[in-house]
C-alpha cells in the first residue's frame, strides 16, 4: 500500500510539464518561492483536523537538514543547471537519480538489490532518453562542465534525500510542511536576489501556478515521503521513470505536442522496466 501511496507522486509529478508552460513566464526561482508555499499550506490546513500535529515539526538538526536539502537543494541545482548547460543535456543527467536511488538502495539495511532491478531501471533509463532528447539529440559539449556537474549533484541531491528519508521512517510525514516552508522562504530570497519578478496573467496562468502548489509541488512530496519510508523504495525508484512518459502522454492529450513513434517505443521499455523491477512484488505469495 505504502508503494503505491509513493507511486501518485510519480503521477502527479506528470502534470509538471503541463501545468509550468501554462503558468506563463514567471521566473524559476518565484515559481518555487509561490508553489511551495501553497504546498506548506495543504500542510497546514490539514492541520485543523488534526490539532496536535504541529508538535511533529520539532525535529533534529539533522532531520530539517535532510529535508531543506532533498527539496530546495534539488530545485536550485536544478535551475542553476538548466541556465549553464543545453536543457536536453542536464535533463537526461538531472534524471539519473531513480538509477541511483535503485543502486544506493543496496546500502541501506534490509534492503537487497537483485538484477531484475537494476535491468529494470536500466530499461526505464533508455525509455526517458527517448523521450527527453526527442529528434535533436544530446551532444555534450566541454564548455558546458559546470552545467553538467549542477545536474549531477542535482540527481545526486534527490536520490540522496529520497534514500536518506527511509533511515528516518519513524519521523511523520508532517514535518514535510516545515521542509516546503523553508524551500519557499529560500527560493524566494534566491528570485530576489537572482530574478526580476514577473506575475501570471490572467485566471488560466493563476490556476495553472496553484494546480502546481496542490500536486506536483505540493502533495506529491507528502506522499513521497511516506512511500520511501514505509514502501519498496527499489520499486519506487525504477517506476520513476514512467514521470516523463507521463508528462508527455498528459501533453499530448492536451494538444501540446504530437504523438510520435518515439513515444510509443519509450512507453514499452519504461512499462517493462517498471514490471521488471516489480517482479518480486507482484509475484509475492500472500
Not at 139 to 144: A, H, K, L, R, V
Not at 185 to 207: A, D, N
Not at 255 to 275: F, K, S
Amino acid at each position: 500500500m505504502a508503494t503505491f501511496v509513493g507511486f501518485l507522486a510519480i503521477i502527479m509529478w506528470a502534470m509538471l510539464a503541463l501545468f509550468t508552460d501554462v503558468s506563463g513566464k514567471v521566473p524559476p526561482f518565484q515559481l518555487t518561492a509561490m508553489t511551495f508555499a501553497i504546498g506548506a499550506s495543504l500542510g497546514l490546513v490539514s492541520w485543523l483536523w488534526r490539532p496536535g500535529a504541529a508538535r511533529h515539526l520539532r525535529q533534529p538538526a539533522r532531520v530539517w537538514l535532510l529535508g531543506v536539502v532533498g527539496l530546495f537543494g534539488y530545485h536550485f541545482l536544478y535551475f542553476t543547471a538548466l541556465r549553464n548547460a543545453p536543457a536536453v543535456d542536464a535533463s537526461l543527467i538531472a534524471y539519473l537519480w531513480p538509477l541511483f536511488i535503485v543502486v544506493g538502495s543496496a546500502l541501506m539495511p534490509g534492503e537487497h538489490l537483485r538484477w531484475f532491478h537494476i535491468v529494470g531501471t536500466l530499461l526505464g533509463l533508455s525509455g526517458t532518453v527517448l523521450i527527453i532528447t526527442k529528434s535533436g539529440g544530446v551532444g555534450f559539449d566541454s564548455q558546458y562542465s559546470f552545467g553538467y556537474a549542477m545536474a549531477g549533484l542535482c540527481a545526486i541531491s534527490w536520490a540522496a534525500y529520497s534514500l536518506l528519508s527511509r533511515r528516518f521512517a519513524h519521523v511523520p510525514t508532517d514535518a514535510v510542511t516545515g521542509f516546503c516552508a523553508v524551500t519557499s522562504i529560500l527560493s524566494l530570497i534566491s528570485h530576489l536576489l537572482l530574478e526580476q519578478t514577473v506575475w501570471p496573467e490572467g485566471i488560466i496562468q493563476w490556476l495553472a501556478v496553484l494546480g502546481l502548489g496542490l500536486f506536483p509541488v505540493g502533495a506529491a512530496f507528502y506522499v513521497w515521503d511516506y512511500g520511501v519510508k514505509h514502501g519498496n523504495i527499489q520499486v519506487l525508484g525504477a517506476s520513476s521513470y514512467a514521470a516523463p512518459l507521463l508528462s508527455t502522454l498528459v501533453l499530448i492529450i492536451a494538444g501540446v505536442t504530437e504523438p510520435t513513434a518515439r513515444v510509443m517505443l519509450a512507453c514499452l521499455l519504461i512499462t517493462l522496466g517498471a514490471v521488471l523491477a516489480a517482479k518480486d512484488m507482484l509475484l509475492k505469495r500472500r
